[in-house]
């Protein structure tokens, strides 16, 4: 197979022996798209009947958007990382040499369970979950203990309301700062410059930016994107739990950005999609969010 090809394979629920699938370019951002149209165009499939996709290279941000909305149930799973960067000589390189190793290889195991924060939106505090209100009866604070599996799946056991109230203050806050020292594991800030709107931020992490969202809890979260964006006052967009933009208040991001958050299609999560006001204060505020009939909550 040439590394620089993008094979889509879909998983059907007859679990079919020969899976529909197509291919584009590895480096083309809507890869998953393009090959869902070719495999339209060639059999008779509704995207409902798909529990699974798998691709040679890691999907874009473009298609993992494309990917919770069009197949929100469905299992997603890449052989090859996606470069963060345009050039692929070195990723083609890697996934070449592994393309020719000795197949009786030990076979991959589940990863290690890891507990990480993660964001919750409800009208108040949650019933069964341990919750820590950001924006009080809107956006919540919780953990989970995420395993990542060999096929890329992502469970999530969540702590419970009940296993909170037994720990003590000092052993929640040893419990709390490990998961936070998971989070910052290979968390990035990238850089977009824009002669006219400013500087976009993005932030990454490794695991396919597992809980991403949640690096708006750390403590040093604001110091360093304000200094990136030049810019006290922040606009964050939360996507989904794992896509997050940040951009100055008065910067020419802003209306893109809130477009962006009212018009996600993810349904991964227990997050709605919003856009967050911070400030050095530590004051935090929801100034839009996806529609879903009702009004933002404020501190």
């Given at each position: 197979?040439?590394m620089?090809t ?5 998983q059907?629920?007859?679990?079919d022996d ?23 165009e ?19 941000r473009m298609d ?14 890449y ?16 996934a070449g040499?592994?393309g020719?190793?000795?197949?009786e ?32 009866n809107?956006?919540?604070?919780g953990?989970a203990?995420?395993t990542?599996?060999?096929?890329g ?6 702590l419970?309301?009940g296993?909170?109230?037994?720990m ?21 800030f990238k850089?977009q410059?824009?002669?006219t709107?400013?500087q976009?931020?993005?932030v990454?992490?490794s ?9 708006i ?14 810019e ?12 997050i933009?940040?951009?100055g208040?008065s910067?020419g ?18 997050l ?28």
């Open positions: 197979m040439a620089d993008n094979i889509i394979v879909f059907t629920k007859n679990k020969n899976p529909p699938q197509g291919m584009a370019p590895a480096k083309a951002d809507d890869a998953v798209r393009q090959a869902w149209h070719q495999v339209c060639a059999r008779q499939i509704q995207a409902s009947d798909v529990t699974g996709v798998r691709s040679t290279w890691q999907a874009s993992r958007i494309f990917l919770a909305g069009m197949f929100p149930g469905a299992e997603y799973s052989q090859f990382d996606r470069p963060d960067g345009d050039d692929w000589s070195e990723a083609f390189e890697l040499k592994a020719n190793e000795n197949s290889e030990t076979p991959p195991q589940a990863e290690e369970d890891t507990w990480l924060p993660i964001l919750h939106t409800y009208d108040g505090p949650l019933k069964l979950y341990a919750s820590l209100p950001l924006v009080k809107r956006l919540y604070l953990f203990k995420t990542i599996t060999p096929s799946h992502i469970g999530m056991s969540h419970l309301r296993q909170f109230e037994e003590s203050k000092d052993e929640f806050f040893e419990f709390a700062n490990a998961a936070l020292d998971n989070l910052k594991s290979g968390l990035v850089g410059e824009d002669g709107k400013g976009l931020l993005t990454a992490r695991d396919n930016n597992l809980c991403a969202g949640s690096a809890v750390l403590g040093e979260f604001h110091e360093r994107a304000a200094e990136l964006v030049g006290d006052k922040l606009v964050v967009a939360l996507v989904s739990p794992d896509h933009y940040v951009a208040a910067s991001w802003v209306d893109e950005i809130t477009d962006w958050v009212r018009t996600s299609p993810d349904t991964s999560g227990d709605v999609p919003c856009v967050l006001l911070l400030d050095s204060s530590g004051g935090m505020e929801i100034i839009a969010e996806r529609p879903t009939g009702r009004a933002p909550a404020r501190n």
